[in-house]
């Protein structure tokens, strides 16, 4: 059984930073891809980030590509996202999902058979 445990979302102004994370169990963690979504009320789930299974191979989506840095501790079985400068437009909650694929770099949601039951981020103006 595959667990996925999302943490660090909350509520910051526009401008400011938030760490997520993601803590994985019940696989082996370091053999898969791993990537983070996110969804605004109304509006489908969207990429985020992706990174390899080793860690050596990341992609962004345009929208946060020089604000957030994905990577991930094998040994710790976690997967994190950093994210700065955060805009209001950022609003949403977020998703970590573990692929059945290693590579790099998977960004459509079938790409991804396991998720996290996601993490609010807020962004006030």
């Known amino acids: 059984q595959v667990q996925l445990v999302e943490s660090g979302g909350g509520l910051v102004q526009a401008g400011g930073s938030l760490r997520l994370s993601c803590a994985a169990s019940?696989?082996?963690?370091?053999?898969?891809?791993m990537a983070w979504f996110r969804q605004a009320p109304g509006k489908e789930r969207e990429f985020v980030a992706t990174?390899?299974?080793?860690?050596?191979?990341?992609s962004y989506a345009d929208s946060v590509k020089g604000r957030f840095t994905i990577s991930r501790d094998n040994a710790k079985n976690t997967l994190s996202l950093q994210m700065n400068n955060l805009r209001p437009e950022d609003t949403a909650v977020f998703y970590c999902?573990?692929?059945?694929?290693?590579?790099?770099?998977?960004?459509?949601?079938?790409?991804?058979?396991?998720w996290g039951q996601g993490t609010q981020v807020t962004v006030s103006p």
């Open positions: 999902g573990l692929s059945t694929w290693s590579g790099c770099c998977y960004r459509t949601l079938g790409d991804y058979a396991y």
């Open positions: 990174i390899s299974s080793s860690g050596k191979s990341t």
């Open positions: 019940g696989r082996t963690f370091s053999r898969y891809a």
